[in-house]
Every structure is written in C-alpha cells, then in structure tokens.
C-alpha cells in the first residue's frame, strides 16, 4: 500500500521560505509521478507542481512557476518542494500526491494522497 508523508511545513513570515518534503513508501518510487497541492479551508484543492523522475518531465502552475521548484531529494523516494518569496495568500495546507499515469493536475486523477503539511505565512 502506498504511502506519503510530508513534512517541513511552519510558520514563516512574508519574504521567507519553507522547503516541504514528500516521502513515499509501500512501492516503487519510481512507478509513479509524484507532486503538490494545496487547500485553504472552504476552497478547493489547487494543483501546484507535478515530476515524473522516469522521464524527466516537471511540470508547474502558472501561480508556482515563479517561486516554486520540484526536486528530487537524497533519496529516490523523496519529492522536494522548495517555495521562495512566501506570501501571506500561500497560508494553505499542502498535500503530496502520486498519479499512476504520470503528471496529472487534477484532482479527481490522483491515486494517492498525503494527509498533508500546514504552511502559514504572516504579513
């Protein structure tokens, strides 16, 4: 069974940076791509960035492109999400993701979920 377990989120204040890790257990690391998303309270979860390793391939949104960069970590099993230039509208719960079928940006085509990390940025 697959599992992921984030970590590294905190408390920092606009300007600062957090740097979220994602590890993942119970299967090859390397069957899957793995990415990010977020979910303030009351609103729906919103993709960020997704990384097939096997081919290279890393993909962002628009609002991540920026600021945001995908990463492998030491280990093969571990995603890395370093986030720079944090904002006070990036105060959100992240969550690690896995897809079977490669990057995938929406919800409904993710097959396993983190039970995620809180970030929150102050003014």
């Known amino acids: 069974q697959v599992q992921l377990v984030e970590s590294g989120g905190g408390s920092v204040q606009a300007g600062g940076s957090l740097r979220l890790s994602c590890v993942s257990s119970?299967?090859?690391?390397?069957?899957?791509?793995m990415g990010w998303f977020r979910q303030v309270p009351g609103q729906e979860r919103e993709y960020i960035a997704f990384?097939?390793?096997?081919?290279?391939?890393?993909h962002y949104a628009d609002s991540a492109k920026v600021r945001f960069t995908l990463s492998q970590g030491n280990a093969k099993n571990t995603l890395i999400l370093q986030m720079n230039s944090l904002q006070p509208e990036d105060t959100a719960m992240y969550y690690c993701?896995?897809?079977?079928?490669?990057?995938?940006?929406?919800?409904?085509?993710?097959?396993?979920w983190g039970h995620g990390t809180q970030v929150t940025v102050s003014s």
């Open positions: 993701a896995g897809c079977d079928i490669g990057v995938c940006s929406v919800v409904p085509d993710v097959n396993y």
């Open positions: 119970g299967t090859i690391y390397r069957t899957f791509a």
């Open positions: 990384t097939d390793f096997n081919v290279g391939r890393r």
